[in-house]
């Protein structure tokens, strides 16, 4: 079923120059049937994903460890979903790739967030190590200024888990494949799984995140900060208000990048 929907989805893209393409034609929520192979997909995965969860690893979670618990049938909807092109879905951010190897990874756990007076739970986050040395400096600067920082609630997201991902928002967005192309990316596509690029969504240190309350997030004066300061670490926000790739604006969502003048010194 699900690949008779790819193909018709490529052949309206095909059939369409994309010069005039508006991103509006395609009609795609999933029919019946690959709504129940999602949510049969996310049953299956739930032990899986509680215990990664717990053991801290969820981030790095391998392909292998999520189709492990899947049957041939799911297992290929998956892939033909992970197939699927996101300019067909009016998604115009570059192909970034899957990095063959596993980056030198920094393990950030038990952040002290809090939230309504509460201890406020962030699962283990990880960045690759300059990555986490550049927020290290940027958050000193922060907290000497305003005497609060930010915490990471979403740092480096494995190509698997990224996938996981996308099929757990799609049930969020009615199971429509273009609104949640919208915010949450296909694996290699996403700022998160590619650490030359690699992204943080933040959280406050009282718990206000792009997940919890996007609105909220604009108005806090450590959103202010990063705004004036983030580019004196290599920091910028990757999906501004009105962007021309069709990404909602995530004004939590910031990536690490080095800026020309910095890659002419280091090659
Ligand atoms: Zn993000």
Not at 79 to 108: F, R, W, Y
Not at 216 to 223: A, N, P, S
Request: proline share 7%.
């Amino acid at each position: 079923m699900f690949r008779m929907r790819l193909f018709s989805l490529l052949l309206i893209f095909l059939l369409t120059v994309p010069s005039v393409y508006c991103g509006e034609t395609v009609s795609d929520a999933l029919g019946p049937e690959d709504a129940k192979t999602v949510d049969t997909i996310l049953e299956k995965l739930k032990i899986t994903m509680e215990y990664k969860r717990n053991e801290g690893t969820l981030a790095v979670l391998s392909y292998e460890e999520l189709y492990l618990p899947l049957n041939d049938t799911e297992k290929k909807f998956l892939k033909d979903l992970q197939a699927l092109s996101p300019e067909a879905l009016g998604i115009k951010t570059p192909h970034l790739g899957i990095p063959q190897n596993m980056p030198d990874l920094v393990k950030i756990e038990n952040q002290p967030v809090m939230k309504d007076g509460k201890p406020f739970p962030v699962s283990t986050q990880y960045l690759p190590r300059k990555v986490y040395e550049q927020y290290e400096l940027m958050m000193k600067a922060m907290e000497k200024e305003l005497g609060t920082r930010l915490y990471v609630e979403s740092g480096y997201r494995s190509p698997a888990y990224q996938l996981y991902l996308f099929i757990f928002y799609l049930v969020q967005h009615k199971y429509s494949v273009k609104e949640t192309a919208r915010w949450n990316a296909f694996p290699g596509y996403s700022e998160h799984g590619y650490p030359d690029k690699q992204a943080i969504d933040f959280i406050s240190q009282d718990g206000v995140s792009g997940e919890e309350n996007p609105a909220l997030f604009e108005k806090l004066v450590e959103y202010e900060w990063l705004v004036k300061y983030a580019a004196e670490y290599h920091f910028k926000m990757s999906y501004p208000r009105d962007n021309p790739m069709g990404i909602g604006f995530e004004p939590w969502h910031w990536r690490y990048d080095e800026t020309p003048e910095t890659r002419k010194n280091k090659s």
